[in-house]
């Protein structure tokens, strides 16, 4: 079975920061680009960052950029969203994902170009 687990998430007051990492199972995850999407409750599945399977292109949601920070470490298999300066407002369970697709520029995909799906951590920033 191949699969990607999220983890990293948890209780933080505002301004605070959380590491959430994404691991990869039974496949090599730098041979995909990889997405974290979030879904808060009542609300739908929104893509906030993407990164390229080589790290060189990146991308982030208008209301995380300059606070988020998506990397990977393919020797690892695994990829990271940094998040500083958390809000109430990221309150949310955060999915990773991977894609076949290679990623240049733009947002995130469709969500079924995503192959993989973490089963999601989730977020919560108190204010």
């Known amino acids: 079975l191949s699969a990607a687990a999220a983890s990293g998430g948890g209780l933080v007051q505002t301004g605070g920061s959380l590491r959430l990492s994404c691991a990869a199972s039974?496949?090599?995850?730098?041979?995909?680009?990889i997405a974290w999407f979030r879904q808060a409750p009542g609300w739908g599945r929104e893509g906030i960052s993407q990164?390229?399977?080589?790290?060189?292109?990146?991308y982030y949601l208008d209301s995380v950029k300059g606070r988020f920070t998506i990397s990977r470490d393919n020797a690892k298999n695994t990829v990271y969203l940094q998040m500083n300066s958390l809000r109430p407002e990221d309150t949310a369970v955060y999915y990773c994902?991977?894609?076949?697709?290679?990623?240049?520029?733009?947002?995130?995909?469709?969500?079924?170009?995503?192959?993989?799906w973490g089963q999601g951590t989730l977020v919560t920033v108190s204010s």
């Open positions: 039974g496949f090599t995850l730098d041979d995909y680009t």
């Open positions: 994902a991977a894609a076949r697709r290679q990623y240049v520029f733009g947002t995130t995909f469709p969500l079924d170009d995503y192959v993989y």
């Open positions: 990164i390229s399977s080589s790290g060189s292109n990146t």
